[in-house]
């Protein structure tokens, strides 16, 4: 069930945002005159190794104008849709990681093997809710791997939503505020 609503979202997506992903490739052509995609590898269900696509947001490490804008809205993870119909990726799962980044965090283990059990995810708990630090990111990893059903992705595919319109700050206040008010009922 999670393999249909991978590819009907992602193709529903490619069509809805066929006109941005456009724009933004002729931008990133022809005004910063750079590759539109980003490829890199990463690390993907039973370790297999996978070429992640984004739109190229960074020259020398150092984001460019319309790349700033990009990451800030999420747009530039929009060809990964592509990788979700190739079968690399889901939409819901754990960040997809590059081999040093499984190395750097210590993940390299057999405590840590459960996070490659899924497909890697677009979108996922420890991407709206874990931040950066490292343990926070592993705990929502493993809780989404252990308990996800298709009401949490298509919850968390609200969620992500909601953060690209409004932002992640916006979203996660109005959370904690809600999850706060049912604790003191």
Known sequence: MKRIFDILFSLIALTLFSVPMTVVAILLRWKERHPVLFKQERVGLHGKVFRILKFQTMVNQIP???????????????????????????IVGPRALTQQDIERLGWNDRYHAIRWHIKPGITGLAQIYGGQHRKISWFFDKRYTQNHHLFLDFFLVMMSFLINIFGKTSIQRLVLCRVNKKRSI
Do not use: Y
């Open 64 to 90: 460019t104008p319309i790349g700033t804008k990009l990451r800030k809205t999420g747009l530039d993870e929009l060809p990964q849709f592509i990788n979700v119909l190739k079968g690399d990726m889901s």
